[in-house]
């Protein structure tokens, strides 16, 4: 007869049970996640060109302004290095709201190139793409929006995707135009 008295509870205790340990493991998978990522941004929102816009962009048909890639300095230690030639530059234009740009390094080593995006008021770091090999070198493509400008553009190398602040070989900035005023 004790049962009968005990019966009720146990099926909303183990329910309760149930719930807690989901709980419990989201949070444990959650912190798990955020320890193992660097704390990059995930606030400047990157979006990919269509085929015709990075044709576009690359071609250089039309009014883009360019940048220059700055090349990372050189710490004293590393000055007796070797360091390979390493250019690259930046074209972008702004239509509708949105900054389309090309980033394209000229190398002369194989390396895995990813592109950066930096908000300097934010100190924030997102990444932007991979560069992929081309026929004027390494070359990639995004947009976004106009007001995430000033952005400055990072171009690192590595094996790890994860380690950019070791191996940041270039940077540039990306501005906001001005527009002409029209008499």
Wanted: no cysteine.
């Amino acid at each position: 007869m004790n049962l009968k008295k005990y019966a009720p509870y146990i099926f909303p205790l183990l329910v309760f049970l149930l719930v807690f340990f989901l709980i419990f493991r989201w949070f444990q998978l959650r912190s798990e996640r955020a320890n193992n990522e660097l704390n990059f941004s995930e606030g400047i929102q990157i979006e990919n060109l269509s085929e015709d816009e990075q044709i576009s962009i690359l071609r250089g048909a039309g009014d883009f302004d360019t940048v220059e890639l700055a090349p990372e300095e050189a710490e004293e230690s590393d000055e007796t290095m070797t360091i390979p030639e390493i250019s690259g530059l930046i074209r972008y234009e702004i239509v509708d709201g949105k900054v389309r740009f090309s980033v394209i390094v000229t190398a002369d080593q194989e390396a895995a190139y990813y592109v950066w995006l930096h908000d300097a008021d934010t100190n924030e770091l997102s990444p932007a793409f991979a560069l992929e090999a081309g026929k004027g070198g390494w070359v990639g493509t995004a947009a976004i929006n106009t007001d995430l400008l000033p952005v400055e553009v990072v171009v690192s190398t590595s094996n790890d995707k994860n380690s950019v602040l070791d191996s940041v070989i270039l940077r540039g900035m990306l501005q906001p135009v001005l527009e002409e005023t029209q008499e």
